[in-house]
């Protein structure tokens, strides 16, 4: 969803090639080439191959930085930021949230049971990202500073599994982090990938 949403925020044509994990499409000789994790998702742009969604969203952020909407900046120092965020995200946000989505939302899809007492560690973890995250947003609109960028894009699967769950309580009670949820929740691109997903 991360991918298919950058391709859409840069308002490029593409082919969306589905691989049915169940089925065991993704370890299968072809795909493993591909991928030797045999994970999706996977980019083929010409003769360039990509897996790691944070990879390929920032190889089209900047390969066609003239399309769509700018994810990045020309400007060193603001591209700095928008680099120290998209860090802050992978490294402490994304463990916390990850964990999280696992057990809150895929295990009971699965049939399985959540484990409260790692819901509870990482609710805390995710509280005390969250506070650095408050204090960022009160004076900037977005984390990497006023515009829109990767550094917040990387956010949306997690974030939006979260809303669904009890964690979306520590979103809310944080009035800057409730603003920029709601902002970039919405975004177009991002609306019609979400909508892709559930018309599968």
Sequence with gaps: MRVLACLEEK???????PVNLRAGESKKEHFLSLNPFGQVP?????????????????????TYAKNGTPLISQDPKKMAMVCVWMEVEAQKYENAAAKLTWELCIKPN?????DDAIVEEYEGKLATVLDVYEDRLANFKYLAGDCFTLADFHHLPTLNYLMGTKIKALFDSRIHVNTWCADILAR????????MKDNK
């Design 11 to 17: 308002e490029l044509d593409y082919q969306f090639i």
């Design 42 to 62: 996977v980019l083929e742009d010409g003769d360039l191959k990509l897996f790691e969604s944070r990879a390929i969203t920032k190889y089209i952020a900047y």
């Design 110 to 114: 699965m049939g399985m049971a959540t």
């Design 188 to 195: 177009p691109a991002w609306k019609k990938v979400f909508a």
